[in-house]
Structures are given as structure tokens and as C-alpha cells.
């Protein structure tokens, strides 16, 4: 069974609010995430074409454990997923759980393993509903075999969202850097990524010029902020090894 994407983005949030009242810290991530901070440009969305999903994914914490299984499957009635257990004892932290409608709720806790790590240590405060912007943004990012349809979520997020910091509705580029400047690895499969989504945004049509434009100038400053950015010994040094030797996660060795 299938949901409308906004039929569910409505589920996350009503299960971010309800779940804040019970001690647990969830945030929204991925498509879902993507929906709720675009707002201008939401038609866009439609336009390319976002297929209907059943499930939801959070980002929480692994210390609200025992909160989140009270509140998921007492209070609500959800299953657990019985290979979580399994998951858990090679160190993946993560929780699953399935509705008797079809849905499912995903929540990775305290770091996003996948193609590459990202940590969420502290920055799960920094924004509300969702996880932060420019954490959005390097979810898409960090995807070694990425997909159209995350292609699609940075090139809407680029447009309707300018670069900076101080505000959560800025891509905050200086973190990005900071992030890409230490992790050789991380670095090469986002900004092989940037010129794919750089790519296919010059493809399609259903973006008009001044659309168009935003995402080239927005991924050309990201860019040129990564080039010059100062880069650690340990980056350098892998660097120096490039494509040579295996830069990435495999996510179904991670999580199978």
C-alpha cells in the first residue's frame, strides 16, 4: 500500500509533535523533509514527477530508545521490526516499526550510516521538524549511487533555498565545507554528485530560467567554497590514494 506525499508529510508531523510530548526527539528526514521546507516552489515537486511512498524516516537518538518503543508500540500499536534486534548487535542503531495501514516508520539514531556517516550528535536541536537544512542537503549528498529522485530533492531545495548561515532556511555552506574538508571520501562522492544534479537540472524542462540559473550559481559557490576551502592532513593523504581504493560504504553490506 502507498501513501500521497502529503498525507504523510501531515502523519510526520502530528508523530514529531506527539512524540516531543512523550521525551522522545524525532525529525524528519528525507523526501518528507524536503516537502516541509519547500514551500514556494512545492508545485515543482508535482512537476517532476515525486512518486507516493509508505513509509516515514526520523533521525533520534539512541538514548530515548525505551521512550520511543513505549510510544510507538503501546501507545500507537505499531510493530517492531524483528531484524532491528539483529541490526543492533553489529552496532546499527536503528528502530523500525509497521502499522497495521501499511506504513512504516524508519528511525536512524544518532548518525546516518549509509554511503557515508554523518554524526547528529547536538544537531538535532538545531531545527524542527526536520533535521537541519544543510543536514538535508548532505543526506542527498552523501549517496554514492544516487537516484533521480534525490537528484530532484537538491535541485528544489537549491532553488528555493539560498546559501549562508545564521538562518535554518540557509544552506549553511560553511558547515558543508567544514565537513567535506576532513573526509576525502565524503568529499569526492558529494561533489561528484553536485555536478550530477548540476547536470540533469540543465535537462529539464519543467524548469523555467531564473530556476535554472539558482541551481548552477548556487552549486558553482558550493563548489568553489570546497575547492579553496584549507584541507586536513588525513584528507590530503587519502587524497594522494583517490579512486584506487574503495571510498564509500556499500549501504546493503551496512544495513543487510
Do not use: C
Not at 140 to 169: F, P, R
Request: hydrophobic share 40%.
Amino acid at each position: 500500500m502507498t501513501f500521497e506525499p502529503e498525507d504523510l508529510l501531515a502523519t510526520a508531523h502530528q508523530l514529531v509533535d506527539l512524540a516531543k510530548n512523550r521525551g522522545v526527539t524525532l525529525r524528519i528526514l528525507g523526501h518528507l523533509a524536503v516537502r516541509t521546507h519547500v514551500q514556494e516552489n512545492r508545485e515543482l515537486i508535482d512537476a517532476l514527477e515525486r512518486k507516493p511512498t509508505h513509509d516515514i524516516d526520523f533521525l533520534g537518538y539512541s538514548s530515548e530508545t525505551s521512550k520511543a518503543n513505549r510510544f510507538f508500540i503501546d501507545e500507537l500499536g505499531y510493530k517492531p521490526d524483528p531484524m532491528v534486534a539483529y541490526s543492533q548487535e553489529f552496532g546499527l542503531k536503528r528502530l523500525i516499526y509497521h502499522h497495521d495501514n501499511g506504513l512504516m516508520v524508519e528511525i536512524f539514531q544518532d548518525d546516518l550510516v549509509m554511503s557515508h556517516t554523518i554524526h547528529f550528535k547536538k544537531r538535532l536541536e538545531l531545527d524542527s521538524p526536520t533535521i537541519s537544512l544543510v543536514d538535508l542537503v548532505l543526506s542527498k549528498l552523501q549517496i554514492h549511487e544516487i537516484n533521480e529522485k534525490d537528484i530532484q530533492d537538491i535541485i528544489v531545495l537549491l532553488i528555493e533555498h539560498d546559501l549562508g548561515s545564521g538562518d535554518k532556511e540557509l544552506i549553511d555552506v560553511d558547515y558543508m565545507v567544514k565537513r567535506f574538508s576532513d573526509d576525502w571520501g565524503f568529499y569526492y562522492t558529494a561533489t561528484t554528485n553536485l555536478k550530477k544534479v548540476l547536470h540533469f537540472a540543465k535537462q529539464y524542462e519543467v524548469l523555467n530560467g531564473g530556476q535554472r540559473l539558482a541551481v548552477e550559481d548556487r552549486i558553482g559557490a558550493i563548489l568553489e567554497a570546497i575547492e579553496h576551502a584549507p584541507k586536513s592532513i588525513k584528507w590530503k593523504l587519502r587524497a594522494k590514494v583517490g579512486t584506487r581504493k574503495k571510498w564509500y560504504q556499500d549501504v546493503r553490506e551496512v544495513w543487510d
